[in-house]
DNA sequence: CTGAAAGCGCTAACAG
DNA sequence: CTGTTAGCGCTTTCAG
């Protein structure tokens, strides 16, 4: 207690040291490291020694003062959206596992949309020496990484692309496949189709909407601005959204989806509209197959987002030096009904 | 160059440290720090030459140095069972939502239910020195972490409590939850009530099976041992025992589930029955409200549970110094429609 | 096979 | 207001 003294909170709860382990256990400093750290050159009977110290003391190598030394923290920071939101759970959980294989842990944080608070999330993990990061990106410029990027920090985005500097991505076929969603419908016999879709800030509602936009022309049909709604997620003005679309003098008959919390929003409200209106949503949400009509949907593959994302991280930061690139995730179209509802007949 | 030529890997990519930047603007090592951490004592205008070397070089601090000198890390581990799963989802982001507003980063992991897999998580985070823990416990004794939490590690658990140690626990109330969601059943015509719950050995699962026989037996209903299965929650062991409990010589009229994934699956056997059968499931799950019943759910609130638990890790890194104690978060039922069907007219 | 010494980049304590 | 010194707990280097 007397030699501690000098430190008014004692530091990690006075915690033994490896200088306390090789007194105890009557050998020098290093011998300790070399046990904790299975190296080789130490005799059965000296590490029986240490290891009885260390589990007398309850010794925990301290990683902070390893790292320091090491400059490696075997940990990557994961910086996305919303931890809450059903479709970052693959994907987080899918870089989870290839981080775990490769002995790193897992930091990350929520942006919420924000491009500040993604920067200094971004920043505060750079400041621990994380070795690697990946970003869904809330802002549109990171030059503010250029430093970070240039000192060695491996940095993969993914689902939406960085902003005015050169970084690998993974992406999903944002653009394919919502032209494939409304490629469908067209199909169906829908010819005033509607589409709501997030904040056009956002990169994937940008590309989904063009991607119906295509689609639409490639069949010759017009798209009138009434159709087309971009905005915050938020219930309220989706719902709006659906209202105003089906109540215009030539209502659509069919609406497309930007995302899953659109998704949700839309099932909702058209489950309260008297005429049935034909639906592809975004995302896969989860019992979309068991409503009445099932939910047709453009399913994204989180979990290969984040797989691939991770690993190419760490190809890098085994050294791999191929430029950066771009990955792009197909989706698939999964049938189950409210896609393939008709026109109503009688116009 | 040369000055550094001696490590042969460069240590995070030969980032400019305070030194760099003190030798560029002509001061002194401290004077970087007290600008770096906004300490009062500077001029502006030597705070300006600093700020400009920092700009210049790119420097950022260290965290990894500052942590070993300071023993805290401001982080908190958060190990959870399945990143993936939607009921942890809210659960995460609350807890992180109180560590950003203390200033620390979350560090997280899966256990996938493994309580091997738990120490090894709980331990590497122990070894970086997080402040604190919170833990979605997988397994049922938790005295290796004795050692962790008497060196000053706090440490709340979630959703389960702690096994053979003292700890901090927030749970739901799933006893009360369980049993109030039998007793709807059984005001609502059922005798034959069956369960469908999670492996025995979570905690949850045990409490929520109590819950369910205290209402049976409250009412004075017999339990018959095939109404009640008990086991891993993948599909096709849940969709055997919906249909082997619905093929009886005395089927059930109605089912209780033990949690998310349990319903999510129920629901999908019960929509291939014939019969209609009553269904209350533990846990809220998305669009329940618009399958056609609705899905009656006995509703946790998981933002309350993991928002109670951060705050009262926080309090205890401020040094409050209560006995460890439970904290019980209550649970809701939602009446949507399945929990309301009466048994059939016919017996 | 083992250990002593140096130092990772930072902050605390103290001197100017 | 500013700078110097020591040292956090570990790994690296090099000498026994």
């Known amino acids: 207690m007397a030699d501690t003294a000098r430190h008014p909170e004692p530091r990690y709860g006075n915690r033994p040291t490896m200088k306390d382990v090789a007194a105890r256990a009557g050998v020098g400093l290093k011998t300790v490291s070399r046990v904790v750290n299975a190296e080789p050159g130490v005799t059965p009977d000296t590490e029986r020694r240490v290891q009885e110290a260390i589990d ?63 920067q200094e999330l971004v920043l505060a993990l750079c400041a621990r020496r994380v070795d690697g990061l990946i970003i869904i990106p809330a802002g549109h410029d990171h030059r503010y990484l250029e430093p970070e990027i240039k000192a060695g920090v491996a940095t993969v985005f993914v689902d939406r692309p960085a902003g005015r ?92 989806t930007g995302n899953n919390r659109v998704t949700v929003t839309v099932v909702r409200a058209l489950a309260a509209h008297e005429r049935p209106v034909a639906l592809v949503g975004f995302d896969d949400i989860e019992l979309a197959d068991l409503l009445n009509p099932g939910v047709t949907v453009i399913a994204q593959d989180a ?10 991280l760490f190809r890098r930061l085994d050294g791999a030096p191929e430029a950066p690139g771009q990955v792009v995730v197909p989706t698939r179209l999964i049938a189950r009904g ?10």
């Open 338 to 347: 409210s896609g393939e509802l008709p026109p109503p007949a009688d116009r």
């Open 165 to 256: 500097i050169e970084a690998d991505a993974v992406l999903s076929d944002s653009f394919g496949g919502a032209r494939s969603g409304t490629a469908h419908l067209v199909a169906h016999g829908h010819r005033r189709i509607g589409f709501i879709g997030d904040q056009p800030r956002i990169h994937t509602a940008v590309e989904r909407l063009g991607g119906y936009r295509a689609a639409m022309a490639e069949a010759g049909l017009p798209v009138e601005d009434s159709w087309v709604s971009l905005g915050t997620t938020v219930p309220e003005r989706v719902h709006e959204a659906v209202v105003s679309m089906l109540k215009a003098p030539e209502p659509v008959t069919a609406i497309l």
């Open 56 to 118: 007398a003391l309850g010794f925990r190598r301290n990683d902070s003062a390893r790292v320091l030394r090491k400059g490696r923290t075997a940990s990557i920071g994961l910086v996305l959206e919303d931890l809450a939101d059903p479709f970052y759970g693959p994907l987080n959980r899918a870089i989870e596992e290839v981080a775990r294989a490769h002995g790193a842990l897992l930091i990350n944080g929520s942006s919420a949309e924000d491009p500040d608070r993604e």
């Open 303 to 312: 979990a290969t987002l984040g797989r691939t994302a991770a690993e190419r």
